[in-house]
T-cell receptor
Framework: NAGVMQNPRHLVRRRGQEARLRCSPVKGHSHVYWYRQLPEEGLKFMVYLQKENIIDESGMPKERFSAEFPKEGPSILRIQQVVRGDSAAYFC?????????????FGNGTRLTVT | SQKIEQNSEALNIQEGKTATLTCNYTNYSPAYLQWYRQDPGRGPVFLLLIRENEKEKRKERLKVTFDTTLKQSLFHITASQPADSATYLCALVVTDGNKLVFGAGTILRVKS
């Protein structure tokens, strides 16, 4: 069984461009989460989605960031007009049921570098 | 404010010894707590989950305790091996059940 697949693994964008990060959850998982990790720092929660619905986006900046998890296809984290401070590793995770009931399966992340 | 605190300094131990990592939390009332392992350049990998009514849980060389009075979890690796070297993260679900919040992690280095 394939785990969580994220692509691309590395993404370089110039300031002002858009970044699109993709995440395919474990087959059968309908709960998806996005986290951001800066060097030497912990994982920071961004958003929790469940097929076509945003459940909790309390960790996501109000501007320039958006996330979706359509009925068909991968979850997408979109960052518009990137700035240097957006450079980080972005991890996606999925679970069979909600976070209060099952462990998270993580992908290996997308490392975004903004030049 | 709510906090999850893990040993900020790296833990260096000799192969064969028991490693003990600490996770303290403030202003949370988690129903359960999880531990993950993260290797450089990789995503976290789930290790163990312990519920509030469980004092201790074991899996092979791993043992986790959960003291809701002290608001603390201890994570033990017995007979440690160099391959156990990694960052270990504790995590808990916030009250509304909508997100898993992580500590900053503790780096463990096991030397042969």
């Amino acid at each position: 069984n394939a785990g969580v697949m994220q692509n691309p693994r590395h993404l370089v964008r110039r300031r002002g461009q858009e970044a699109r990060l993709r995440c395919s959850p474990v087959k059968g998982h309908s709960h998806v989460y996005w986290y951001r990790q800066l060097p030497e720092e912990g994982l920071k929660f961004m958003v929790y989605l469940q097929k076509e619905n945003i459940i909790d986006e309390s960790g996501m900046p109000k501007e320039r960031f958006s996330a979706e998890f359509p009925k068909e296809g991968p979850s997408i984290l979109r960052i518009q007009q990137v700035v240097r401070g957006d450079s980080a590793a972005y991890f996606c995770a999925s679970s069979l049921s909600g976070p209060d009931n099952s462990p998270l399966h993580f992908g290996n992340g997308t490392r975004l570098t903004v030049t | 404010s709510q906090k999850i605190e893990q040993n900020s300094e790296a833990l260096n131990i000799q192969e064969g010894k028991t490693a003990t990592l600490t996770c303290n939390y403030t202003n949370y009332s988690p129903a359960y707590l999880q531990w993950y392992r993260q290797d450089p350049g990789r995503g976290p990998v789930f290790l163990l989950l312990i519920r509030e009514n469980e004092k201790e849980k074991r899996k092979e060389r791993l043992k986790v305790t959960f003291d809701t009075t002290l608001k603390q979890s201890l994570f033990h690796i017995t007979a440690s091996q160099p391959a156990d070297s990694a960052t270990y993260l504790c995590a808990l679900v916030v009250t509304d059940g909508n997100k898993l919040v992580f500590g900053a992690g503790t780096i463990l280095r096991v030397k042969s």
